[in-house]
């Protein structure tokens, strides 16, 4: 079935290393894919998209790569620091007409390390 | 300014009990979402409000489930004879419409049914 999911589900790393997270989906029919940060206790906040005819975006920070041959998403923050620690859903924008609905994964947890 | 308020951030209650939950969505946001999040998993899709129309009620998992939104402002989310796998985290966003992919989201309720 359509799904989008998550290689790993708990990454850590030292404080300043550059983490990857990694998503893969299985619907080649979303005009957009999106990366949510949800720290413990809050809702989910916006970090970057990337439509679906991009390979790259980058914002501050952080990087966006999708590829589209093998289906998957990736999003690469630079300089990790503590305050990245968080869990990560990759989401995917999907529907054919009118309303389209974001469809998220089951999310990446990263712990940084000071 | 004011981000998405939920209320209660936390209920309790009883198998086979009514629960009310209610989202305060950002002023001047046309759209409104309401998602589930079961614990260690991805936010699941229940409905979205845009401005007047009728709401798209595609994710809501039973006819125990429902919601209203009075124009653009506050929703409540009702569920009816709750059942233990109700238990969840219960998350609202709202947004400038639908076509932007950037969602704000509020801290949610936490349910727990007994």
């Known amino acids: 079935g359509e799904s989008v999911g998550l290689h790993l589900p708990t990454l850590s790393v030292q404080e300043g290393d550059n983490s990857i997270i990694n998503c893969a989906y299985s619907?080649?029919?979303?005009?957009?894919f999106i990366w949510y940060k949800q720290e413990s206790g809050k809702g989910p906040q916006f970090i970057i998209d990337i439509r679906s005819n991009m390979d790259k975006r980058q914002g501050q920070r952080v990087t966006v790569l999708l590829n589209k041959t093998v289906k998957h998403l990736s999003l690469q923050i630079a300089a990790t620091q503590p305050g990245d620690s968080a869990v990560y859903f990759c989401a995917e924008k999907r529907g054919n007409t009118g309303f389209q609905k974001l469809v998220f994964g089951t999310g990446t947890r990263l712990l940084v390390s000071p | 300014g004011a981000g998405v308020s939920q209320s209660p951030s936390n209920k309790v209650t009883e198998k086979g009990k009514d629960v009310e939950l209610r989202c305060d969505p950002i002023s001047g946001h046309t759209a409104l979402y309401w998602y589930r999040q079961r614990l260690g998993q991805g936010l699941e899709f229940l409905i979205y409000f845009q401005g007047n129309s009728a709401p798209d009620k595609s994710g809501l998992p039973s006819d125990r489930f429902s919601a209203e939104r009075t124009g653009e402002s506050v929703s409540t989310l009702t569920i009816q004879r709750t059942q233990q796998e109700d238990s969840a985290v219960y998350l609202c966003?709202?947004?400038?419409?639908?076509?932007?992919?950037?969602?704000?989201f509020g801290p949610g309720t936490r349910l727990t049914v007994l």
């Open positions: 619907n080649s029919a979303s005009d957009y």
């Open positions: 966003a709202s947004s400038l419409g639908s076509k932007t992919n950037e969602q704000f």
